[in-house]
């Protein structure tokens, strides 16, 4: 199903792709100001792609989140410092054993402004050594996004004590609360 873009009532939208979109999804639920994180697919040529034919590594689609945020409560910057911070963008076309173009990082940007943000943070991480390899996250203007099938919603949360959850998932959602402690909901 293609989702459209809304930006009315405050919201703005982020479309990111940092491995699986179980981990970012993990990641940015618990962030103050972020309304929605929905998994699905982008970047590629298949109309509505399914997670079987991405996994193939041929439709060119990347798993990714469509995060719905109040610029009020957190801005675009922060949200992308919550990416770089719960992947490695420096690895292309991978993240841990996760291994295909359906993996990449990318920022799909939906307007000059977040590109703008994008690039300044990619040129200014990277000027930081922050990582010892350089940063290879794409940045490009947003695609259509694919909502992925309903049990990659809310994967994480409904499945806790699967194993890759344990493995991969849960870590990366603990980094995002020791790194953005003070930007958690519930807080």
């Known amino acids: 199903m293609n989702i459209e873009i809304a930006t009315s009532l405050g919201t703005s939208v982020a479309t990111l792709g940092g491995g699986c979109f179980w981990c ?3 990641a940015f639920v618990q ?9 699905g697919y982008a970047g590629g040529a298949t109309e509505n792609p399914d997670y079987h034919s991405i996994c193939t590594g041929r439709t060119g689609h990347a798993e990714v989140v469509e995060v719905r945020f109040d610029p009020a409560v957190i801005d675009y910057r922060t949200l992308l410092l ?3 911070a719960v992947h490695d963008p420096t690895t292309l ?3 841990g054993n996760d291994i295909g173009n359906q993996y990449r990082s990318v920022i799909f940007t939906h307007d000059a402004e977040q590109e703008r943000i994008a690039r300044e943070l990619i040129a ?3 000027a930081s050594d922050t990582w010892p390899n350089p940063i290879v996250t794409a940045v490009s203007p947003a695609p259509t996004f694919w909502r992925a099938e309903d049990y990659h ?3 994480y949360a409904n499945n806790p004590h699967q194993g890759y959850c344990q493995a991969v998932v849960a870590p990366k ?3 995002l609360r020791k790194v953005f402690a003070g930007r958690l909901k519930n807080n």
């Open 93 to 95: 076309n991978r993240q």
């Open 153 to 155: 919603q809310n994967y």
């Open 173 to 175: 959602a603990a980094k």
């Open 24 to 26: 970012l999804e993990a």
């Open 82 to 84: 919550a990416f770089f």
């Open 31 to 39: 962030l103050q100001g972020v309304e929605s994180v929905v998994s």
């Open 124 to 126: 200014e991480l990277g």
